[in-house]
């Protein structure tokens, strides 16, 4: 098991930064992927961007490229999610996601284990 607290979400405006952190406990946290997806009401669950289990390669959906990093440190089983130039599009809850595998993948049903989630919003 891997159990996964997402922290740093808040209220922001447009054009603004936030960071998300995900801690991770349990299971051997460099041998898994680890992904970051966001729901906003009525829509489905997407992902925003993927990590490998070394950090050496990363995903990003189209509409965050250029503005969200993500990152990962094994020494301190956390990944993070940079956002900067955020819209009022961004607003959504933001999860935390990992899959016991090292690669990436880009659906939410192949990932095991999950957070909370974190409230993101930006006002316009």
């Known amino acids: 098991q891997v159990q996964l607290v997402e922290s740093g979400g808040g209220l922001v405006q447009a054009g603004g930064s936030l960071r998300l952190s995900c801690a991770a406990s349990?299971?051997?946290?460099?041998?898994?992927?680890m992904a970051w997806f966001r729901q906003a009401p009525g829509k489905e669950r997407d992902i925003v961007a993927g990590?490998?289990?070394?950090?050496?390669?990363?995903y990003y959906a189209d509409s965050v490229k250029g503005r969200f990093t993500i990152s990962r440190d094994n020494a301190k089983n956390t990944v993070y999610l940079q956002m900067n130039s955020l819209k009022p599009e961004d607003t959504a809850v933001y999860y935390c996601a990992a899959r016991r595998n090292v690669i990436v993948r880009v659906t939410a049903d192949e990932y095991d284990y999950w957070g909370q989630g974190t409230q993101v919003t930006v006002s316009s």
């Open positions: 349990g299971r051997t946290f460099s041998g898994h992927a």
């Open positions: 990590i490998n289990w070394n950090g050496g390669s990363t």
